[in-house]
């Protein structure tokens, strides 16, 4: 399979992005944007074999983070950076009519895009494991945090409090939490992309995000698109796992307000529905597409 990697110059800067497949004719190209803020494309790449009948994928990692890494810039790590560097990329790389997959933060990237921009040609929108307000995530994780521990409910508690997220206690209740709903450490003998030393853009996701994944203190703490979601016209594929962060509420929320919607909740899974029921989450995506194009 065709693999094409290159850079676009972006602010100053360079965006790494890669490509995997060719279109064939009626295929329309889907472009997959990542999560964090910092995450890195890597993890997209179990997703290689959606290209095997017939369609491009175009993965890249924002800027900030991964192959674009750059650092000591907090002044660039927000939604009007990242909404720019995909305008950009589209038009960089000719892409008129594309198919968008945001995986948590990359999915509300998608939705700000649509409701706010109105893109052209946007087939579809694959919303994976993500979220249309900020304020309601958080609610969200403080109610599944409530079943966790007493003890690590209470470190979680003070943390929060006194802004201290340094402290032994808070940082073993949270990688529990994490662990329960986010993921866990990846397998060594699994895909190497999962396993593979990576630049995360730590900078740029406490700058926009927070300390967290349930504190968001950053410059998104705001973003809330509830009452835009009956404007978008798209066709929205929601996807979500039973212990996801995104929990099922979440997901309704994006499934009950989006017109032409459909969702698919995963059983086996957690934050990344990709990467814990794969060929199930190819067959979904592609099925879609091919609906879509």
């Not at 995997?20 to 179990?46: A, D, Q, W």
């Not at 996701?205 to 978008?232: C, H, K, M, S």
């Not at 979500?240 to 459909?262: E, H, Q, R």
Request: aromatic share 10%; with cysteine.
């Amino acid at each position: 399979m065709k693999i094409t990697e290159g850079y676009m110059p972006f602010k100053g800067y360079q965006t790494y992005y890669r490509i995997v497949g060719e279109c064939r004719e009626g295929k329309k190209p889907l472009i997959l944007m990542h999560g964090g803020p910092g995450s890195t494309h890597n993890y997209f790449e179990v997703l290689d074999q959606l290209a095997e009948d017939g369609r491009a994928l175009i993965m890249y990692d924002q800027l900030g983070c991964g192959n674009s890494y750059v650092d000591n810039r907090p002044d660039l790590w927000n939604q009007e950076t990242w909404t720019e560097e995909l305008i950009a990329l589209r038009e960089h790389l000719g892409l008129k009519e594309v198919h968008l997959l945001g995986q948590s933060w990359g999915g509300m990237l998608a939705l700000s895009y649509v409701c706010d921009k109105k893109p052209e040609g946007v087939k579809s929108l694959i919303l994976s494991s993500t979220l249309p307000s900020s304020k309601l995530w958080a609610e969200e994780q403080h109610r599944m945090i409530r079943f966790m521990p007493q003890e690590m409910q209470e470190a979680i508690a003070h943390a929060e409090e006194t802004g201290n997220y340094d402290d032994e206690a808070y940082l073993k209740a949270n990688e529990e939490f994490m662990m329960r709903h986010c993921a866990g450490t990846p397998d060594p003998e699994g895909p190497e992309c999962l396993t593979r030393e990576k630049k995360s853009g730590s900078e740029s996701y406490v700058t926009a995000w927070g300390p967290n994944e349930f504190t968001p203190l950053g410059n998104l703490r705001d973003f809330e698109y509830r009452d835009q979601l009956g404007d978008i016209k798209e066709p929205a594929l929601v996807i979500s796992g039973i212990n996801d962060l995104c929990t099922p509420v979440v997901a309704k929320t994006m499934y009950d307000g989006i017109p032409n919607a459909k969702w698919e909740l995963f059983r086996y899974s957690r934050h990344a529905c990709f990467v814990e029921e794969t060929e199930k989450y190819i067959q979904i995506v592609r099925d879609w597409m091919n609906e879509n194009d």
